[in-house]
């Protein structure tokens, strides 16, 4: 079946550094979603990804969607302490998400 | 905003027990979904349910089955509890239209 495979698995950074996770499938996606889930939390959404090349920010966060709708990225510009947690992609597979297993992000201060 | 609400943070159960998992959500969501989060693994898929009544498996279906008797509460039954089924888990659910996920607080179970 679809799989999505999200790479690294772990980051750790210095606080001020830029962090950058990624989604690859093999086959076409028809859209990816970005969820954070701080420690000892749930997973909260931070958008969706439908067209080919899309670009979203959303202050020091940039999504993107590859031409080929087969990868996304997730950067973060300037990590700050408040950006520990792990970041996972869902692919939209009808009524369901197929998610990779999500990078988690460390930021020593 | 969407609330939805697990019956419980933490539950300890002993092996061989029933345990019920409750989930509910107030935004008329037809879609509901468990999964079990472990280290490394991520999320994966137990069971969702699209309509009343209505349930597909996931990937881990096994020794799990879910009841949605009522649109906004969906259930997860563990027949018999095995200590492998110690796990966070976590209820979520959506409009059919948008797959944005709306999870729960997450129940974590630990089966002695």
């Known amino acids: 079946g679809q799989q999505v495979m999200q790479i690294p698995q772990y980051q750790h950074v210095q606080e001020g550094e830029d962090f950058t996770t990624y989604c690859n499938s093999s086959?076409?996606?028809?859209?990816i979603q970005w969820y954070k889930q701080r420690p000892g939390g749930h997973p909260v959404f931070l958008i969706q990804l439908v067209k080919s090349g899309e670009v979203k920010k959303q202050k020091r966060l940039t999504f993107q969607f590859g031409e080929a709708k087969k990868n996304s990225s997730l950067h973060i510009t300037a990590t700050q302490t408040t950006d520990v947690g792990t970041y996972f992609c869902g692919a939209g597979n009808n009524r369901k998400l197929i998610w990779g297993l999500g990078t988690s992000l460390a930021v020593n201060p | 905003d969407v609330k939805v609400t697990q019956s419980s943070r933490y539950l300890v159960k002993r092996t061989g027990e029933k345990v019920f998992l409750e989930c509910v959500q107030d935004m008329d969501h037809e879609n509901m979904f468990w999964y079990r989060q472990d280290p490394g693994l991520g999320l994966r898929l137990i069971y969702f349910?699209?309509?009343?009544?209505?349930?597909e498996k996931g990937d881990i279906p096994e020794g799990y089955s879910v009841s949605r008797e009522k649109k906004e509460r969906f259930s997860l039954i563990l027949e018999s509890a095995s200590t492998n089924q110690t796990s966070m888990y976590l209820c979520?659910?959506?409009?059919?239209?948008?797959?944005?996920?709306?999870f729960g607080d997450g129940t974590r179970l630990s089966i002695l």
């Open positions: 979520a659910s959506s409009l059919p239209g948008g797959p944005q996920h709306h």
């Open positions: 086959t076409t996606l028809s859209n």
């Open positions: 349910s699209y309509d009343v009544k209505m349930k």
